[in-house]
Structure formats: structure tokens, C-alpha cells
């Protein structure tokens, strides 16, 4: 993809963002590592704070000895995501082929795995910091500050 992305805001105005392959290992930034909410319409959100995750394709959860896969898109299943309230965000990373993990200090782990359609995860906060997984399977990222 060689157009730079980019958001038009409320107001009109346009954001231009850049787009970047995800790096072995890509630490996201959190304002809190604490899990503050997990909300789940069409979409599996989890608050951190001033930071939103959100999950839009299929995930694996593995907690309390189990490893599931989980659909945002099949809400009925989606019961065994709110095991992970309360707890606090041990470590947030992109891998190299768009991966997004979330450690959690209760040992907790979601893995999302880059989509080929879609727009897997995002992580969007603190403030106007936003992380994209772009569809596809380079590992593309999409990213605003």
C-alpha cells in the first residue's frame, strides 16, 4: 500500500498517519496497565485507562489453564474474556507478522492474530496515539501520534 492513511476528525481536519511493518517485538505505549472495563458489542473492547483495545477479528484467550478461541463476531461465547476482570496489563507487543499479545500479571495472555481481510486489533489512546493492524499478511501497521 503505498497512500499514506489517514483520519478526517469531527472538525474536517485531517490526520495523516504513516504506515510501518510491525518489528520484532513493537512495545505499544499504555497510560495505565490496569484493566479498567471490557465491553463486548460487534467488537471485544478492553480499557486500559485512557487506552482502548479493541479485538475485531478471531482471538485465543488462555487463562485459568484453558486456551480458547474466541470471535468478537459470535458474542455468545465471548462469556470466558470477562475471567480477566479485574486484573492489570503485565506487557503489550506486536510481532513481526502483526501479532498483537497482551500479557497479563494474572499470567493471562490474548493473542490476535493479524487478519487477511481485515482489521484485526487497534489500539487507540492515550490521547491521539493509534496503532492499526492493516489487513493482509506483511505485518503492515498503520500508525497516528
Same mark, same amino acid.
Given at each position: ?7 478526517? &476528525? ?6 495523516? /498517519? #504513516?504506515?510501518?511493518?510491525? +518489528?520484532?517485538?513493537? !512495545? =505499544?505505549?499504555? @497510560? *495505565? ?31 485459568? &489453564? ?6 468478537? /463476531? #459470535?458474542?455468545?461465547?465471548? +462469556?470466558?474474556?470477562? !475471567? =480477566?476482570?479485574? @486484573? *492489570? ?57
Amino acid at each position: 500500500m503505498s497512500e499514506r492513511p489517514y483520519i478526517v &476528525d469531527s472538525d474536517g481536519s485531517r490526520r495523516d /498517519g #504513516d504506515i510501518q511493518r510491525a +518489528g520484532e517485538d513493537r !512495545t =505499544l505505549r499504555f @497510560d *495505565s496497565q490496569d484493566l479498567s472495563f471490557i465491553r463486548v458489542d460487534h467488537q471485544t473492547r478492553l480499557q486500559f485507562g485512557g487506552t482502548e483495545v479493541v479485538i475485531e477479528s478471531p482471538f485465543s484467550l488462555r487463562a485459568e &489453564d484453558r486456551e480458547l478461541q474466541l470471535d468478537p /463476531g #459470535d458474542r455468545a461465547s465471548l +462469556g470466558p474474556i470477562l !475471567t =480477566l476482570y479485574p @486484573d *492489570s496489563l503485565a506487557s503489550a507487543s506486536v510481532d513481526e507478522g502483526g501479532t498483537l499479545r497482551l500479557d497479563f500479571a494474572s499470567g493471562a495472555r490474548i493473542v490476535v492474530p493479524q487478519d487477511p481481510r481485515y482489521e484485526a486489533w487497534q489500539v487507540n489512546g492515550p490521547g491521539t496515539y493509534l496503532v492499526v493492524c492493516m489487513p493482509g499478511t506483511t505485518g503492515d501497521l498503520s500508525i497516528w501520534s
